[in-house]
């Protein structure tokens, strides 16, 4: 591993597989329920697949994250405790947590389990992050995707938890874990039932070229032909408002921060984190490569200048940006 | 012009005859491929959940007919169908052939090629998502789209891969 840990997404084995064979350092996944906020149809790991599969990635120098970053629902908190058990029995590595409760009952039944904090608990100040610590015994906080690198910089002179950073894949508007966009349109919030946008509640019609796609029976968007789409979500949905049609809450784009790697190591984050289980094994074999050889030419003192282009063609809407890390509207 | 489109139309017409009629074979092989498949690897169709008995209709584009996918239950087999026959079925996928096989193999990213507008899907969402995750996972081959094992196997597959890097070096010189 070089100086800064690459840690990739994995909604199945194959994936998994894929993304260490590409370069990955750590890869991240879950169970297949709602415990995790990638709660697709046919996505995910069984506990026995997660067991195999971690074996098989420790054998490689691989290291497994296991997210049970959902928040429990109250009196059924059950399946959350099953995940944290599931994942303990399987080797994993470090369970990515946003529950309190989660947390608590993680740290008193398995002590030896390294904690990290999920983006979905939106622990943005070195004070949120110092509770956890102290609290739970968090060791690594994955930030929430609203700071600027110097933002970034700031907070890590501030805490001993090691940082994670999303550099690339889908972006979310909202402040992480508290979003109700897609709970107000299909009764289904990423937060709770691990779905954002529930596909049941999709629906994409397309005519001479021209796609609409719903969700929920609410009409997102109107896409011309030969245009790039962007996930049916209703924060990247266009909304006409005072006779103006336009993207309200997000453009549909794709964040790239691999510009930014070298900006980040001297700020002090120990992790970057590819977004994307539900992409499958082509994207991370892609991504997973490209940022594997990035980061080994900073290790060199090089530029990364070279593989920057890799990845044209998997982004959302056909479009990057650089996100908050830059925060050109301010 | 109009002259030209009605031969283009009859010339369609006529594949579509010549392939229909050629339909037991096709529809005997890839449908025994797949049960065989369903017996080697039972794991791969639990992704299926609910979906497992669902109908899908696959169009490769500019092709004449469709492929009717029941992945498992008592119709489970592949029917080759008229491009616009519009039975029952839960879910229609439309893309190049390429596209659409890059998405059995897992060699292709379906967000990409939804976002690019390459491959068009409608009806179940949800039962497209069970499906290509079910892909996903399955790490199949061309050989296995065609049940094919040993020697004939690795040529297949082999000859997917070359198709593929001369499609990419093509891309890139164009």
Redesign the interface.
């Known amino acids: 591993m070089g100086s800064i840990e690459l840690v990739c997404p994995a ?5 998994l597989r894929a993304a260490i064979e590409a370069g990955a350092d750590s890869v991240y996944c879950g169970l297949r329920d709602e415990t995790n906020a990638r709660n ?4 995910n790991f069984s506990p026995a697949e997660l067991k195999a599969a971690a074996a098989w990635a420790h054998d490689r120098g691989g290291k497994v994250l296991v997210a049970v970053n959902t928040f429990a629902r109250a009196g059924e908190v059950d399946a959350w405790r099953a995940s944290v058990d599931s994942a303990a029995a399987a080797g994993a590595d470090a369970i990515i947590v946003a529950d309190l409760g989660v947390l608590a009952y993680a740290q008193a039944q398995h002590p030896g389990l390294r904690l990290h904090l999920s983006v979905q608990a939106a622990a943005g100040s070195a004070e949120a992050i110092a509770f956890y610590a102290q609290a739970y015994g968090v060791k690594r906080v994955v930030l929430p995707r609203v700071l600027s690198a110097p933002e970034i910089a700031a907070l890590v002179r501030e805490t001993d938890v090691e940082v994670e950073a999303f550099v690339y894949g889908g972006l979310c508007v909202m402040a992480e874990g508290r979003c109700a966009l897609s709970s107000y349109a299909t009764g289904k919030s990423p937060n709770l039932a691990g779905v954002c946008s ?3 509640a ?5 005519t001479d070229g021209l ?1 609409t796609p719903r969700l929920g029976g609410f009409m997102i968007d109107q ?1 011309a ?8 979500t209703l924060c990247k949905g266009r909304f006409e408002a005072e006779g103006t049609a336009s993207h309200l809450f997000e453009d549909p784009t794709s964040l790239n921060a691999m510009a930014l790697l070298a900006e980040l190591r001297t700020a002090g984050v120990r992790a970057v984190k590819i977004e ?1 289980r ?6 991370v074999a ?1 991504v997973a490569g490209a940022f594997r050889a990035a980061l080994d030419a900073l290790d060199r003192g090089e530029t990364t200048a070279p593989y920057e282009a890799r990845l044209t ?6 479009r990057e940006t650089a996100g908050a890390y830059r925060k050109a509207w301010r | 012009m109009r002259t030209r489109h009605r031969l283009r139309a009859r010339r369609q017409g006529d594949a579509a005859e010549l392939l229909m009629a050629l339909r037991p074979p096709a529809e005997w092989v890839l449908s025994a491929a797949l049960r065989r498949l369903a017996r080697r690897r039972p794991e791969v169709f639990e992704r299926l959940g609910a979906f497992g008995e669902a109908a899908f209709v696959i169009v490769p584009d500019g092709s004449p007919v469709a492929f009717r996918l029941a992945p498992q239950g008592a119709s489970a087999g592949v029917q080759v169908r008229r491009r616009n026959d519009r039975s029952p079925s839960v879910a229609r996928i439309e893309g190049p052939l390429g596209a659409l096989l890059g998405l059995f193999d897992g060699s292709v990213d379906a967000d990409a090629a939804f976002f690019s507008r390459a491959i068009r899907v409608s009806g179940d969402i949800e039962a497209v998502m069970a499906l290509h995750n079910t892909l996903e996972a399955a790490d199949l081959t061309l050989a296995d789209l065609l049940g094919l094992s040993g020697p004939a196997s690795q040529m297949a597959n082999e000859a997917v891969r070359f198709a593929r890097t001369a499609a990419s070096a093509k891309a890139a010189w164009a």
């Open positions: 909604g199945s084995p194959a994936m697709f149809p046919g996505l529930p596909p049941e999709v629906s994409l019609e397309e796609l896409v032909p030969g245009t790039a789409a962007g996930y049916p994307g539900q992409r499958g094994k082509a994207y892609r063609g998997l982004a959302e809407g056909g």
